[in-house]
């Protein structure tokens, strides 16, 4: 089973400039995680999606940040324009969620690690 | 809000020695718990959960958890590491009701041979 995939695996921009990280989740995973991992911090999560709706981007700074999973499946998160402090990982993460299982297991990407200079 | 403690951000053992690695949550209700390794060049990946009934519950590679409910702790154990144990841990707590996990900081585990 193909894990979910993530890319590109590095980036580097100068700041100011647009970025855009792409996730695809695992085939039937109809939940979908965007998280931010600064260097030596857990993640921390940015937007949730279940099938396409964002249900909880609470923590998402939508001044500069956007998200969308149109289809319900592959996923695109953007920065526009990127900041200095926007250097991080961004790990993207995906599970199967239905009313009786309340909780299914989060499966990682390998992360985008974004250098803004 | 739910927050997680990691005491230990660095622990340097040698091969054989017994593993003890902090967590403490902060939230009001029912928690899951969980522990994440992420090996060198590797993505974040599941250890062990706790979600109820037995507070000791075990996980791959020999690793252990014991939640703890009156200390509000969820410290993940092994009781000879090695070499390859060489990663960093996360702790993470899901209550309930919410879907996103909250992690702690990582301990960064280095093994020496």
């Known amino acids: 089973e193909a894990g979910v995939v993530q890319s590109p695996r590095y980036k580097i921009i100068e700041k100011k400039q647009p970025v855009a990280f792409w996730c695809n989740p695992i085939s039937g995973h109809n939940t979908l995680y965007w998280y931010l991992q600064n260097l030596g911090q857990g993640p921390e999560l940015l937007i949730r999606?279940?099938?396409?709706?964002?249900?909880?981007d609470s923590q998402l700074p939508k001044d500069r940040f956007s998200a969308e999973r149109l289809k319900g499946v592959d996923s695109t998160l953007k920065i526009q324009p990127a900041e200095l402090g926007d250097s991080a990982v961004y790990l993207c993460a995906s599970s199967s969620q239905t009313s009786s299982t309340p909780y299914n297991e989060q499966f990682f990407g390998p992360g985008t690690r974004l250098t803004v200079l | 809000a739910q927050s997680v403690s990691q005491h230990n951000h660095h622990v340097i053992l040698s091969e054989a020695a017994s593993l003890e690695l902090g967590c403490n949550y902060s939230y009001g209700g029912t928690v899951n718990l969980f522990w994440y390794v992420q090996y060198p060049g590797q993505h974040l990946q599941l250890l062990l959960k706790?979600?109820?009934?037995?507070?000791l519950v075990k996980g791959i590679k020999g690793f252990e958890a014991e939640f703890i409910k009156s200390k509000f702790s969820f410290n993940l154990r092994k009781p000879s590491v090695q070499w390859s144990d060489t990663a960093e841990y996360f702790c993470?707590?899901?209550?309930?009701?919410?879907?996103?996990?909250?992690f702690g900081s990582g301990t960064r585990l280095q093994v020496q041979p």
């Open positions: 999606y279940e099938n396409e709706e964002a249900v909880d």
């Open positions: 993470a707590v899901k209550g309930t009701g919410r879907r996103a996990l909250t």
């Open positions: 706790y979600f109820s009934g037995d507070p």
